[in-house]
C-alpha cells in the first residue's frame, strides 16, 4: 500500500522558516512527480511546487519563487519543501503527492497519491 507521510509543520514566527519532509513508501517511485499542495483556512487546496523524480525540473506557485525551493532524495524516498521568509498567508495544511507521470507539476486532480497534511502557522 502507498504511503506518504508528510512532517515538519509547527509554529514559526513571521519571518522565519521550515523544512518539511514528505516519506513515501510501499512501491517505488520511480519516475513519479512529486507535489506540494497546501490548503489554507476557508480555502481551496492550491499548488505549492513540483518536481520531477531527476529533480531536473521544477516549478512553484508564482507567489512562491523566491522563498520556497523544492527537493527530493530519491535513494532515501523522500521530498523536501524548504520554506523561509514565512508569512502569516503561509498559513494552511500542507500535503505532499505523488503521480505516475514524467511531469504533472500543477494538475493536482492528476496526482495519484496523497499524504494526510501536516499543519503549518505563521504567527504574526
Known amino acids: 500500500q502507498v504511503q506518504l507521510v508528510e512532517s515538519g509543520g509547527g509554529l514559526v514566527q513571521d519571518g522565519g522558516s521550515l523544512r518539511l519532509s514528505c516519506a513515501a513508501s510501499?512501491?517505488?517511485?520511480?519516475?513519479?512527480?512529486m507535489g506540494w499542495f497546501r490548503q489554507a483556512p476557508g480555502k481551496e487546496r492550491a499548488f505549492v511546487a513540483a518536481i520531477t523524480w531527476s529533480g531536473g525540473r521544477t516549478d512553484y506557485a508564482d507567489s512562491l519563487k523566491g522563498r520556497f525551493t523544492i527537493s527530493r532524495d530519491n535513494a532515501r524516498n523522500t521530498m523536501y519543501l524548504q520554506m523561509n521568509s514565512l508569512k502569516p498567508e503561509d498559513t494552511a495544511v500542507y500535503y505532499c503527492a505523488a503521480d505516475k507521470g514524467p511531469w504533472t507539476g500543477w494538475a493536482q486532480i492528476e496526482y495519484d497519491y496523497w499524504g494526510q497534511g501536516t499543519k503549518v502557522t505563521v504567527s504574526s
Open positions: 510501499g512501491r517505488t517511485f520511480i519516475g513519479y512527480t
